[in-house]
């Protein structure tokens, strides 16, 4: 998937999709608990960051963004980052 976006990075559609598959595969490291692992959170984080940035009048996205930050300070305090999350 990485090599997909990376080959057309203006497709929106191939970005989200990435930054999805990053949530999921953090997201079901961190329930498991293994929370080192679970650095593909920051990484999808920052893919729809970047989406935002370029569309931003796209309100999925933005939601998007959202739930990330919340994922992304989840993981950090479940890691005792407080000032992070």
Avoid: C, Y
Avoid at 53 to 80: E, T, W, Y
């Amino acid at each position: 998937m990485d090599r997909l976006t990376a080959a057309d990075s203006s497709n929106a559609e191939w970005q989200r999709d990435l930054f999805l598959s990053h949530m999921r595969v953090g997201d079901a490291q961190r329930t498991q608990g293994d929370l080192r692992r679970a650095g593909l959170l920051p990484s999808g984080f920052a893919v729809i960051d970047r989406l935002t940035k370029s569309i931003p009048d796209n309100a999925g996205f933005q939601r998007d963004l959202f739930v990330s930050h919340v994922m992304v300070g989840i993981a950090q305090r479940q890691l005792g980052d407080l000032p992070a999350a």
